[in-house]
């Protein structure tokens, strides 16, 4: 992932700052999605000067209002967020960013803010952000290293017991789907799934781009 400006053209972006009803204290809220699965991630607020720098670096910039100061989304912790589009509602006063999140997007160390209170409980199968948000972590993982971590174990024996696995495991899948056996299909397909996650993180390919691809070929 790299951080691409949003908008270049200077009187595009004055524009755009001049559409925005920022509120009396100069502020307006920002919901930022996940770009791929569309889980909401956070809200912060932005003044001007942070929306524009936003715009400008194609990474998230906010307002702190207990800190009174611009803050760079992952400018400690590293898990920065890149944006891909930008919407503004039709009152002018609320902003909604979908980026391509690293990491963690809330302060606790999870990938979202929310977390589940009421209403039908969300299934994890089925769901575009199970990809996500694992590949999130498998990223997670790669960087930090932890002791005791299978897939930490996985990226520092490097790419060839990378792809060693995902053979192992693809040959699972041929066996598993040759006996028609539905249960050690959806198992081993999961493991393969899982290897494959783990040998796009170890060579910069993001989950995003595979969809893109398999929409070129739908066309």
């Given amino acids: 992932m790299k951080a691409q400006p949003v908008l270049t053209d200077e009187q595009e972006i004055e524009s755009f700052l001049d559409s925005v009803k920022f509120d009396s204290q100069g502020l307006v809220p920002a919901v930022v999605q ?3 699965g569309g889980e909401v991630l956070m809200v912060a607020w932005m003044n001007r000067e942070s929306l524009r720098r936003s715009l400008e670096s194609g990474r998230t910039w ?4 207990s800190r009174q100061c611009l803050w760079p989304k992952g400018e400690t912790s590293g898990n920065y967020q890149y944006i ?7 009152d002018g006063d609320t902003l909604l960013f979908k980026v391509e999140q690293v990491g963690a997007a809330c302060h606790q160390g999870t990938r979202s803010c929310f977390s589940h209170v009421a209403g039908t409980t969300p299934s994890a199968s089925g769901s575009p952000e199970i990809i996500t948000g694992l590949y999130a972590l498998l990223g997670e993982r790669r960087k930090t290293l932890p002791e005791g971590s299978y897939t930490a174990s996985l990226f520092r024996k490097g790419i060839d017991r990378i792809v060693q696995k995902v053979g192992e495991e693809a040959v699972e899948v041929v066996i598993a789907g040759k006996n028609r056996d539905r249960e050690e299909l959806i198992e081993e397909t999961a493991d393969l799934v899982y290897h494959l996650l783990v040998l796009l993180v170890e060579c910069g390919v993001t989950p995003e781009d595979i969809c893109a691809k398999l929409a070129e070929r739908r066309r």
């Fill in 34 to 36: 996940d770009a791929a």
């Fill in 84 to 90: 891909r589009e930008v919407y503004c509602d039709c």
């Fill in 62 to 65: 906010f307002y702190s209002r």
